[in-house]
């Protein structure tokens, strides 16, 4: 069969798949509609999703939510509990937090002309100070979660991508955990001296003759590079669950993830 044969019959098969699961509430053939409610035919409604296999594993719209929130939930606490230690940042290549990108001009100068233990030391600060304040991290995230609906959570299953969750709640959380996160930043940047190793270095910076001005917001930038980092934690912690759910050790996540074919 060729690809433009299999193209309409899987289309058809998806189509088909949908409207079943919105017209089928649990342990009857009614014709509920779905909703975040968790009534007849809401929340209760089954999901029938094709594994490739002999058959097809049934889960409803309800279970689908709660193990999307508690994958999610589990990812938080996990990629937490790994870089809110020393190190947990600046030593994972991934996620440290490098020197202000719109202030490369300030790095490049300063290290042709030996100032270059400056911006060392505000790089190893900018990443303790996202170490000492990732753990408060943990309940803005997880109030975020709770705010998922049902209907989000049956597109982030449908969808086979291993961090569908994750880059869904990038997408519609991040300017508010940014918002509610700063404030922590702004304390551990205080205590790890990274405001005082950023003044110094403009101050600096700013005597060499001809420059070009920065105007860095400094919280504002951690504060998003650690989020991104914590996002980017979650993302792996989601992948494992979804190659092996029993790893979570739910039995709501095995029970969905586990009946779909990634």
């Keep these: 069969m060729n690809n433009k044969i299999i193209l309409p019959v899987f289309f058809l098969s998806f189509l ?4 079943y699961a919105q017209r089928t ?18 929340a209760g409604t089954i999901i029938q999703q094709v594994t490739g296999g002999s058959g097809t594993s049934k889960f409803t719209q309800a279970e689908a939510a709660q193990a999307i929130k508690e994958a999610l939930t589990k990812g938080i606490t996990e990629g937490v509990k790994k870089v809110s230690v020393t190190d947990g940042y600046f030593k ?8 202000p990108n719109d202030a490369k001009n300030v790095e490049s100068t300063l290290r042709k002309i030996g100032l270059g233990s400056m911006i060392d030391n505000l790089v190893l600060s900018l990443n303790r100070a996202a170490e000492s304040a990732a753990s408060q991290a943990t309940p803005i995230f997880v109030n975020s979660i709770k705010q998922m609906t049902i209907n989000d959570a049956i597109n982030i299953v449908s969808n086979k991508q ?3 969750a994750t880059r869904f709640l990038e997408r519609t959380t991040t300017e508010q955990l940014v918002a509610a996160f700063k404030p922590s930043i702004k304390t551990a940047l205080d205590k790890t001296l990274a405001t005082k190793y950023w003044k110094d270095i403009m ?21 998003r590079k650690a989020i991104s980092g914590l996002f980017y ?11 092996d759910p029993k790893t979570a050790a739910s039995s709501i996540i095995e029970k969905v993830f586990g009946s779909i074919k990634f």
Excluded: H
């Design 25 to 42: 509430p649990v342990g009857g053939s009614g014709t509920g509609t779905q909703n975040d409610s968790g009534g007849s035919g809401g």
């Design 16 to 19: 088909s798949t949908i409207l």
């Design 233 to 243: 934690m979650v993302a792996q912690e989601e992948a494992k669950i979804r190659k």
């Design 92 to 99: 994972n290549s991934f996620i440290k937090i490098p020197f």
């Design 162 to 164: 291993t961090d569908a």
């Design 203 to 223: 101050t600096r910076y700013n005597q060499i003759p001809f420059v070009a001005k920065v105007n860095t917001d400094l919280p504002d930038y951690a504060t």
